[in-house]
């Protein structure tokens, strides 16, 4: 059974900061990509980042020269670090992960973005 665990969100004024981390564990060979996904109330869950396991990334044009993804292969970990938040980064955050092919997702943590 493969299971992702989120960490870091919270609380954060605009223009802030915020590193947000994710780790897989159990049976993994190899995980493909990689993400961030966010979903704001009342609308529908949305892409964030990607990042291949060669590290190639893609981003939302929205967050793009304001957060960065990144990961460890040997930790099994991949990393959101946001900076200049804005009010509309408020969401809850899920991790993603392609192992085999399968899409698995994290539980999700809250990214709240206000003065």
Known sequence: QVQLVESGGGLVQPGGS??????ASGTIFSISTMGWY????????????????????????????RLTISRDNAKNTVYLQMNSLKPEDTAVYYCNAYIWAVPYWGQGT??????
């Open 18 to 23: 915020l590193r947000l981390s994710c780790a």
């Open 38 to 65: 966010r979903q704001a109330p009342g609308k529908q869950r949305e892409l964030v980042a990607t990042i291949t396991s060669g590290g190639s990334t893609n981003y939302a044009d929205s967050v793009k020269g």
């Open 110 to 115: 809250q990214v709240t973005v206000s003065s």
